[in-house]
């Protein structure tokens, strides 16, 4: 089974430019989670979408960031425009369903705001 | 709001001995999960251990084993005959049963197993 499927890498942009993370979850898993997890810090929880529809995003920047999933299965998370602080790894997870506990993580994005 | 604490930024042990992370968390929560995550080093996040907050009985995966003491809001992870492979970034983390999906970590402590 393919677990979750994260592009690019790493990322290295200048602040104030724009920038997009995709993701692919585990086939089949209803719910996915963006984090974000700066150096020397757990992840904090960005979005939460179960399907295409978002369940929490309660702690997701609005005034520049965003994210979609149209059509419940791959998900971009898009930074416009990006600032310093905003230099983490960008971790995409997946569940079966929401109310299922057990996540699976994507080996992340690493970005990096000069 | 839950907050999850991990007062051990750093650790190390040798080859084949036993480990203890720490872990305290804070809520007004009866019913919830936590759980203990392995960030090997340029690799994705894994789970190691689950533990059901009305399960008195700690959870147990092979090496790995738990000490829940839920008054006092205390989840440490033994690891028992370290391996080299064990080396990496573990979290502790905290999800509510009525918010299940939404997890809250603590901050993290590096391992160091040493040969």
């Known amino acids: 089974e393919a677990g979750v499927a994260q592009s690019p890498r790493y990322k290295i942009i200048e602040k104030r430019q724009s920038v997009a993370f995709w993701c692919n979850p585990i086939?089949?898993?209803?719910?996915l989670y963006w984090y974000q997890q700066i150096l020397g810090q757990g992840p904090k929880l960005l979005i939460q979408?179960?399907?295409?529809?978002?369940?929490?995003d309660s702690q997701l920047p609005k005034d520049r960031f965003s994210a979609e999933r149209l059509k419940g299965v791959d998900s971009t998370l898009k930074i416009q425009p990006a600032k310093l602080e905003d230099s983490a790894v960008y971790l995409c997870?997946?569940?079966?369903?929401?109310?299922?506990?057990?996540?699976?993580f994507g080996p992340g994005t690493r970005l990096t705001v000069l | 709001a839950q907050t999850v604490t991990q007062s051990q930024p750093e650790m190390s042990v040798q080859e084949a001995e036993t480990v203890t992370l720490s872990c305290t968390y804070d809520?007004?929560?009866?019913?919830?999960?936590l759980f203990w995550y392995k960030q090997p080093p340029s690799r994705q996040m894994i789970l190691v251990i689950r533990?059901?907050?009305?399960?008195?009985q700690n959870a147990t995966e092979n090496r790995f084993s738990v000490n829940f003491q839920k008054a006092a809001k205390s989840f440490s992870l033994k690891i028992s005959d370290s391996q080299l492979g064990d080396t990496a970034m573990y979290f502790c983390?905290?999800?509510?049963?009525?918010?299940?999906?939404?997890?809250?970590f603590g901050d993290g402590t590096t391992l160091t197993v040493k040969p």
């Open positions: 997870a997946s569940s079966l369903a929401s109310g299922m506990v057990t996540q699976y």
């Open positions: 086939s089949g898993h209803a719910t």
């Open positions: 979408f179960q399907n295409n529809g978002v369940v929490d």
């Open positions: 809520t007004s929560e009866n019913n919830y999960y």
């Open positions: 533990q059901e907050a009305y399960k008195q």
């Open positions: 983390a905290f999800m509510k049963y009525t918010n299940a999906g939404k997890s809250t």
